[in-house]
């Protein structure tokens, strides 16, 4: 690693004078390198977010009535209390007593759709990702209930031994290699500026790379026109690490996902977001 | 100072109980982490569950970097590695760099929704440098251009080379790169092929 730096020193000098370079009037040619196109590119999708079709699908699915015992998800405490949907996707995943267990957003989802609407746990887990038009209604309702969150502080609470349990396994689960590859997520996710091809990859072990990545899920992904939480993610994660097929809404996902959720605390949420 | 010291080893004495009381041991939670995945995952075409069963290279490089890994557990890894390289019968360690090329570009095999039929990539740009042309590339691993032309095509780079695609944890236990060989992802000719890319003096990479 010591041999790196003096290396790594060069390459930050040399990416300083291109930025100063890149601040003089531009004679012709528009950018240094496809890095920056890449960065305008995801400048400009800034502008208009087709995530609020979810949102608003999801706002609708949640008022609607629905199920064999014909009720709205408005009764479903996300943490907050029954119905509290503003702020709560900030303080997940935690414990709820109710179940005694820990749950993340789409967890705590299929509890409510169980218990208070009626449907089996089959039924209510047939679609988590959604595909064309056979849309998933979990990606619909996370839209709308992670927007609710929009600027909130993440405050992901280690209070409940349960919830330091989870923490403390979704660690060693990101950190375990495994698989034809060897890989785990931290093959990929465990330094600070590498990238695969030309994408960059979040340093998930620090708490800067923790926050940008996990604040800004869930995500419209434009190369799918889908919207995408985190459970698949995780699952979409797992598929590259060429490990099985990661269960929605499984123990271990939830695991991963309170330590992740965990380490990007004190940062302001910011999705759904869009991404390549 | 005396006096000080008991009242010190009382309150290590505390904070140690609570912190036992507040967490798991790393064992415990190693263990409870891999009960979980057990009972998480489900196998879906050809990623079966048994890719969740560590071999002890996997299982002692699961650690964070804060873990180093003593100086004989390294060595132990890198000894048990290199041991399972096989090296070609008929001797010949370099192939077609054009078709290295091809599989230094694939990302293809192993996933659960790829077709076993079809044969692996080892999509080495996703985290190499190989040649000028391809601005595409990962900096997870070291850039590889110029590889060859450094390092010249003796014997002893041949095998060198031969045996970090095979098993990269032979050389740098814990390595990040998949075991290509040892783990079945590439065939000996890939391997060959791969081999001609980094070293041949025609491959795009020592241009």
Redesign the interface.
């Known amino acids: 690693m010591k041999r790196l730096s003096g290396r790594r020193g060069l390459r930050t000098l040399l990416l300083a004078a291109g930025a100063a370079l890149a601040l003089l009037p531009p004679a012709g040619a528009f950018s240094q390198s496809a890095v920056d196109e890449i960065a305008k590119y995801r400048q400009q999708l800034q502008d208009g977010n087709p995530a609020e079709l979810w949102e608003a699908r999801g706002e609708a699915l949640w008022k609607t009535k629905r199920g064999p015992r014909n009720v709205s998800m408005e009764g479903c405490d996300l943490g907050k209390g029954p119905g509290v949907v503003k702020g709560a996707y900030a303080e997940l995943p935690r414990y709820f007593a109710d179940a005694d267990r820990v749950m993340d957003l789409e967890t705590r989802l299929v509890h409510c759709m169980t218990t208070q609407q009626g449907f089996s746990f089959a039924e209510a887990t047939r679609r988590p990702f959604g595909a064309g038009s056979n849309r998933s209604d979990f990606e619909s309702l996370a839209a709308w209930i992670t927007s609710e969150s929009k600027g909130v502080t993440m405050n992901v609470a280690l209070s409940h031994p349960k919830e330091r349990e989870a923490y403390q396994i979704g660690e060693k689960i990101f950190y375990f290699r495994g698989g034809p590859h060897d890989f785990a997520c931290a093959t990929c996710h465990g330094e600070s500026g590498k990238r695969i091809r030309l994408q960059d990859l979040p340093n998930l072990t620090e708490k800067a790379g923790a926050q940008l990545a996990y604040t800004t899920w869930p995500a419209y992904r434009v190369s799918q026109g889908e919207l995408r939480t985190f459970q698949w993610r995780l699952n979409d994660c797992y598929r590259q690490q060429r490990f099985p097929d990661l269960k929605f809404t499984s123990d271990a996902s939830i695991a991963l996902t309170a330590f992740l959720a965990r380490n990007a605390n004190g940062a302001a949420f910011n999705a759904p977001a869009i991404k390549r | 100072m005396n006096s000080r010291r008991p009242t010190k080893a009382i309150l290590a004495a505390i904070a140690a109980i609570a912190a036992g009381c507040?967490?798991?041991s790393d064992q415990e939670?190693?263990q409870?982490?891999?009960q979980?995945?057990k009972?998480?995952?489900?196998?879906?075409g050809q990623?079966?569950?048994d890719?969740?069963?560590?071999d002890e290279?996997?299982r002692l490089?699961?650690?964070?970097?804060s873990h180093e890994l003593a100086k004989e557990t390294s060595a132990r890894i890198e000894k048990e590695n290199l041991a399972s390289i096989r090296y070609p019968a008929d001797g010949k360690l370099m192939g077609d760099w054009k078709n290295g090329e091809r599989i230094a570009q694939s990302g293809q095999g192993?996933?659960?929704?790829d077709d076993p039929k079809r044969p692996s990539g080892a999509n080495c740009?996703?985290?190499h440098q190989l040649s000028k042309q391809e601005?595409?590339?990962?900096?997870?691993g070291p850039s590889l251009y110029q590889y060859g032309k450094l390092r010249g095509t003796s014997e002893a780079i041949q095998r060198y080379t031969y045996g970090k695609v095979y098993n990269s944890q032979a050389f740098t236990a814990c390595s990040?790169m998949?075991?290509f060989g040892h783990?079945?992802?590439l065939t000996e000719q890939q391997m060959k092929d791969v081999t001609a890319l980094l070293l041949d003096p025609n491959s795009p990479v020592n241009k």
């Open positions: 507040a967490s798991m939670a190693s409870k982490a891999l979980l995945m009972s998480s995952f489900s196998e879906r990623a079966k569950l890719r969740l069963d560590q290279s996997q490089c699961s650690k964070p970097p192993m996933q659960f929704n740009y996703a985290c601005i595409s590339f990962g900096t997870i990040n998949p075991r783990n079945r992802i």
